[in-house]
């Protein structure tokens, strides 16, 4: 039985090398193994050293090795390029000092800026926990009100002349 666990443990190293990133959901299926199976080994190779784990929203992502948050997003999910660029898209539409943004809003706008899905490749409630954690840190400070509904859907309410300048401030800090 722990030679079957070592041997799991050096091939699901080996896979976190070549992928960077996974989830828990990831390894399993590519490794063939229950979920639990792979959150074992994922925690145990996280204990020897082999991987960090990094939360996204509530999902956690685990990676070979150390990555910045904004590199993170993207790993999960390469539409995240598209995302500043979408969210400007999305206040410029703004009729009023006040917009109402959901994470799955941001997602459409990523989409049709990258002209194909945005869920891919963890799939849609992982690209759903990164978009809203993206927008609560990007927002961070324009967010007047989070409203949730019935389907436990999050909206945001944000100020736009906030949120504009905290973009235009992170471009600017970006270009520095």
Known sequence: MWRRVAARREEARALLSQLKCTTTSGLAGRLGISHSQAAYLLRVLEREGGVVKHKVGRAAVWCAAPVPQEELYILVNPCFKYAEEALKALLEGARGAVRTITPLDL??????????????????????????????SRLDGAIIDVKRRETKAVQFIVDVRKARERLAAAAAAAAV
Do not use: D, T, V
């Not at 409630?125 to 609560?136: E, F």
């Open 107 to 136: 997602i459409k706008a990523m989409e049709r800026l990258h002209r194909r899905s945005c869920a891919a490749p963890l799939g849609r409630l992982y690209a759903l926990a990164a978009a809203r954690a993206w927008l609560m």
